[in-house]
């Protein structure tokens, strides 16, 4: 810490801050700073200190530190992982301020968690579901292929458990806001009927519209008539229109034009691994974040999430099965999937070259 902030914390603390601070002192000093950024409490971690987690998981449960504070602790804090989680439960404060969502971004940015782990520890379960919103616009936030892997892991907690009822997932929409506890115990309840009284005040902004992306939508109707199925059948033949490029122009005016969705890409495009890499549908960029048809890309990747957990679940060999097989599969992912489910995952759609498919 530069002498100035050395003087500061001294000023604060009332004593000179190079002797170790006691736990209570490093608590006391991450309330008082951090609430938008993480930089001074980076540097208060830095001084000699004796922190117990025992007394931080107090602290914080009974008043939880500030965004950068927590955020800080996730970066340096060498805090084991149930600390770290525990840190994400904000339930027992109604407003956590702007930067609510850094320590979520930035514990898996490092490694640290998981976006299952996210979606089953963040609370209250609003702020959980506005995670699937988060975009990086001139702050910490998601790029868009983080998007749709916190989206899949919000679907992946609350499917099991509402399905495809829209009455369920209304009044997951109706209690959310004034729910205390996590996503998973939000779902739970809402599942048995046995959630509290919804929260009498007013929505919480953007809330409506994250639980609007990821409940189940009407089946789609088929339109396009001849031109709709003329697009599915050039997805199945790798270079249909003799160039990639052409490919990717004539995919794109499909999207355009309403004569595809991200999901059909998914479904249908062979072979797999073009299907799963939105560069050979949309066209390459140099930014994760940069393809012009963002809600193409997360329905993309949503129906691609849904059919390889339908099919692969929680069996880590069958999903190695399938790693190792879709780099020579010229079929459909969902060709290759129902290979892995026979047992055969290189079989008749897997056996040929992509050149002998075309």
Not at 114 to 126: G, I, K
Not at 304 to 330: I, S
Request: a negative charge; hydrophobic letters at 45%.
């Amino acid at each position: 810490p530069s002498p100035a902030l050395l003087a500061t914390l001294g000023a604060e603390l009332g004593r000179d801050p190079q002797p170790p601070l006691t736990g209570a002192e490093v608590i006391a000093l991450l309330r008082r700073h951090g609430r938008r950024r993480p930089r001074i409490p980076l540097d208060v971690l830095t001084l000699e200190h004796g922190l117990d987690p025992a007394l931080l998981l107090r602290e914080h449960a009974r008043s939880p530190l500030p965004p950068g504070s927590a955020e800080a602790l996730l970066l340096v804090g060498e805090l084991d992982r149930q600390t770290c989680l525990a840190l994400l439960d904000t339930r027992a404060q109604e407003a956590y301020g702007p930067g609510w969502h850094r320590p979520a971004v930035r514990a898996v940015r490092t490694g640290t968690l998981t976006f299952d782990e996210l979606a089953a520890a963040v609370a209250p379960a609003h702020r959980a579901l506005l995670l699937g919103q988060l975009r990086a616009a001139g702050s910490l936030g998601w790029n868009l292929a983080e998007r749709a892997g916190m989206r899949a892991a919000l679907t992946r907690v609350l499917r099991p458990a509402l399905g495809d009822d829209p009455r369920l997932w209304a009044e997951l929409r109706r209690h959310a806001p004034g729910f205390r506890g996590t996503l998973p115990e939000l779902a739970t309840a809402v599942a048995a009927g046995a959630a509290p009284r919804p929260h009498p005040g007013g929505g919480i902004p953007g809330l409506a519209q994250a639980v609007e992306a990821l409940a189940p939508g009407p089946a789609r109707p088929a339109a396009g008539g001849v031109d709709r199925e003329l697009a599915l059948a050039s997805l199945g033949v790798p270079n249909a229109m003799g160039d990639l490029r052409e490919d990717i122009r004539w995919v794109r005016a499909c999207l355009d034009r309403g004569v595809l969705a991200g999901a059909d890409i998914v479904r249908h495009k062979a072979p797999a691994a073009w299907a799963l890499d939105e560069d050979h549908w949309l066209g390459d960029t140099d930014h994760p974040d940069r393809h012009d048809r963002p809600d193409a890309v997360l329905a993309a990747r949503a129906e691609a999430d849904r059919l390889c957990h339908a099919a692969l679940g929680t069996d880590p060999d069958a999903w190695w099965a399938a790693a190792r097989a879709l780099p020579d599969c010229v079929g459909t992912l969902p060709e290759l999937l129902a290979g892995v489910l026979r047992g055969d995952p290189g079989g008749d759609a897997c056996g040929d070259s992509v050149s002998e498919r075309s």
